[in-house]
């Protein structure tokens, strides 16, 4: 309606799908656990930036999602936030026996996806949600034996993920969120197959893709991996 329309329009937040959730105004109060709203207060994060308004009420309702925001805007917790929330209800529930991979991330760069496995263990402390760190430069026994020993969350890049699976057999049916993280970039390094083969691995995952800039390449292989997806763009007036 118009109080939300004009509410986007204030925070710079524009839009573009079928039936998308509202934004929210904080972190508490959005149905997040408890202890992910007091971790993300210990981290200094006391208000949602614009895009993670958007993205986390978007997210939660399991909507498949192409965000675009400049750099620096959020974006990492925008996908973290509503990852732990879903981890851990599902643990909570005990809706699975075993601890194998709910969600997967996939980054451009080792030094990327350290970054975002980082920020995953400081919002998911205390929380039944581990994470693996899947990139060259480990020993990748390290990284199998890891996982065997029950994660909720796998943050990689594609080759060695990709080499990974081929050496030892992790059970992905459980994979519900596949996450795209600087998808220009993915592009640009020539990751595209090695994406869409872990993609079909997956059996109908809610897929976030997140870009500083959203190209005509980064949408083929939106349309390629969802349908019904929901566009964002935070902050960027060329958009
Ligand atoms: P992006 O991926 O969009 O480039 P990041 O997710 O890396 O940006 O976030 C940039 C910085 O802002 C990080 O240092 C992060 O810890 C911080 N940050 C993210 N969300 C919030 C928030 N809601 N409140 C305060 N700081 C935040
Ligand atoms: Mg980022």
Known sequence: DGQIASL???????????DVPDPIMCFSSSGLPEKLVLNLESAGYVMPTPVQMQVI?????NRSLLVSADTGSGKTASFLV??????????????????GPLAIILAPTRELCLQVEEQAKVLGKGLPFKTALVVGGDPLAQQIYRIENGIELIVGTPGRLIDLLMKH??????????VLDEVD?????GFRDQA???FQ?????????FSATVNSEVEKLSNSLAKNVIHISCGNPNK
């Open 8 to 18: 986007r329009s204030k925070l710079d937040i524009c839009v573009n799908g079928e």
């Open 57 to 61: 009420p978007a997210s939660i309702c």
């Open 82 to 99: 509503p990852i732990i929330a879903h981890c851990s209800q599902l643990r909570s529930q005990k809706c699975t026996d075993k601890r």
């Open 169 to 178: 057999n992790v059970d992905l049916s459980n994979v519900n969120v596949f």
């Open 185 to 189: 970039c993915l592009l640009e390094r």
């Open 196 to 198: 869409m083969q872990i």
């Open 201 to 209: 691995a997956l059996s109908h995952p809610q897929v976030m893709m």
